[in-house]
């Protein structure tokens, strides 16, 4: 076979680009130097200790932490019932569900986070991580409902009906039956609701006033000066990311191929 | 018992009303009813120079990232799918696996690698291709440079797994019965691959019109669009003006994305209504 070079060199050119950032970043971050400058004139732990030792950067990765994994539990716990709820849904209600539970992913944030701050205003309930959470829920829902949903439909239904004429009740047949091999699927649905809420800038900004969230605080640094902790927080939260995300990917690909098979 | 099922749905379309529909739509009713019922909001916006050309700029930047990312992520995935089996996946969770950075994280990377002191202009100078650092950091170019890199990853996936799902056995075909290579490409290939084309240039603007982040920190005083604007209007506790603002970013997506499907739909084979 005829090796293609050229085609070879653009493609490995075009994944260099996309990985440009964080090879940049993650060296920086082992700088001793104070000031940001590449290369590094010398190396250290600094930046690292920097962020492990500030109460401020340490709160807020805290209550990010937090809201994610509540947002991802909420996210996930009600958009898998409500996969098994559509898969039931009359046909002409079905498409208008799907809809609106999938819209989220759809309309850019900041709309989002302007009509929930404006009427967490009127409740009184801004700064609060409850409503922090429920926000971050609702735009991580629709992912949970298209990594859960495409898995629900290549389950095999007679398995719960089977459960069924073996006499378990419906709730018993289908924990037993039908939510076992969704397991990965739920999974990483679940890591993915956990990142969306993670990541999310605009609606905390808008929300938590003197309670920063990791991104807030990252953002209000950012905008000011082009602090060297950061490439640290970032180079850590790459691996996090990384490592947690491959993980995800794999349990999909492994639930979706798995049950396509049999 | 069906009904029993159907009462599952309900914890996630409450939490998609409360935290989604109806704060949507409470930014429309801010839009009209601030102060009062008025559509003086857009008339303000459509009234002014300053605020049309942040409009058209969003429109611009939208597009033009969404094409930059179709004319660079659909060879990268045809390279991809031209692959044996066994190396797609790795390829493409090489493609992947920045997609899983922070937004944040991302743009200050590219603001560390820009700036005055950055990598790049460490480089030219090294090189002797410059004797001053050059601007690169606040200007429309850096815009688009980080915007492309956060987004190109979706594209890429976006057009491989239309592409995986060709028959390879149709394109196969096309050259038994005498196609050159390129003819086979140009005729089978691209046209089944091209709605996979569509809907990844459709998913980047849609989230390219919404971005603010890597503008207000990579970009210059001119390269403001909708979502900065709607930012710094909270900030200024300008409900309703943001409403309105808010209201246009999101009708002109939908129109925009109405009209792309209208044209595309024309030239697009559907296979599965075949």
């Known amino acids: 076979m005829r090796t293609r070079l050229v085609p070879t060199l653009l493609f490995a050119l075009g994944v260099l680009f996309l990985f440009f950032p964080i090879l940049i970043v993650a060296p920086m971050s082992f700088s001793g130097d104070r000031f940001l400058g590449f290369p590094p004139k010398s190396w250290g732990l600094v930046w690292y200790e920097a962020y492990f030792s500030d109460p401020v950067w340490l709160a807020a990765t805290w209550r990010s932490l937090r809201v994610a994994t509540l947002a991802g539990l909420i996210a996930t716990l009600s958009g898998t019932a409500g996969v098994v709820g559509l898969a039931r849904l009359p046909r002409r209600w079905r498409a208008g569900v799907t809809g609106l539970l999938l819209a989220p992913a759809i309309v850019p944030n900041v709309i989002v986070a302007l009509g929930v701050f404006v009427l967490a205003l009127r409740f009184g309930s801004t700064d609060s991580e409850a409503t922090l959470m429920l926000a971050h829920a609702a735009i991580g829902l629709p992912f949970v409902v298209m990594i859960v949903g495409a898995a629900y439909r290549q389950t095999d239904p007679t398995l719960e009906k089977a459960a069924r004429v073996f006499g378990a009740g419906p709730l018993r047949a289908f924990w037993t039956a039908t939510v076992p091999p969704l397991a990965p699927a739920i999974l990483a649905a679940f890591i993915f609701a956990f990142f969306v809420s993670f990541d999310e800038l605009v609606i905390a900004l808008f929300l938590m006033g003197g309670s920063e969230t990791l991104p807030v605080r990252i953002w209000n640094d950012l905008r000011f000066e082009i602090n060297p902790t950061i490439a640290a927080i970032s180079t850590f939260f790459v691996v996090v990311t990384a490592l947690a995300m491959g993980l995800a990917e794999t349990l999909r690909i492994r639930a979706t191929r798995r049950q396509g098979n049999s | ?274």
Not at chain 2, 66 to 75: D, K, R, T
Not at chain 2, 110 to 135: F, S
Request: hydrophobic share 60%; net charge positive; charged share 10%.
């Open chain 2, 1 to 274: 018992m069906r009904f029993a099922h159907r009462l599952t749905l309900v914890p996630a379309v409450l939490l998609a009303l409360a935290m989604f529909a109806v704060p949507v739509a409470f930014v429309f009713s801010e839009a009209v009813f601030t102060p009062e019922f008025s559509l003086a909001h857009f008339e303000r916006f459509f009234s002014r120079a300053a605020y049309l050309s942040v409009y058209r700029n969003t429109l611009v930047v939208s597009a033009a990232v969404a094409s930059i990312c179709l004319a660079v992520g659909y060879p990268m995935a045809l390279f991809i799918v031209g692959q044996p089996a066994g190396r797609r996946p790795l390829l493409l969770f090489l493609v992947l696996v920045p997609l899983w950075m922070s937004i944040l994280v991302r743009t200050y990377a590219w603001m560390v690698v820009l700036g005055r002191e950055g990598i790049v202009n460490g480089a030219l100078q090294w090189l002797g291709l410059t004797d001053e650092p050059l601007t690169l950091m606040f200007t429309t170019g850096a815009v688009y440079v980080a915007m492309v890199q956060i987004l190109l990853p979706i594209m890429v996936v976006t057009c491989y797994s239309a592409m995986t799902e060709i028959d390879p056995g149709l394109v196969r075909a096309a050259r038994v019965c005498g196609a050159s290579p390129f003819a086979a490409f140009r005729k089978v290939f691209l046209p089944l691959s091209l709605e996979g084309a569509v809907t990844g240039w459709s998913v980047i603007f849609i989230l390219s019109m919404g971005f603010f982040i890597v503008p207000a920190l990579v970009g210059g005083r001119r390269d403001v669009l909708l979502g900065n604007m709607i930012v710094n209007q909270v900030g200024q506790a300008n409900w309703g003006f943001a409403g309105a603002l808010a209201i246009v970013l999101l009708v002109s997506t939908i129109v925009l994305l109405g009209l792309v499907r209208l044209v595309a739909g024309r030239f697009l084979y559907s296979p599965r209504e075949a």
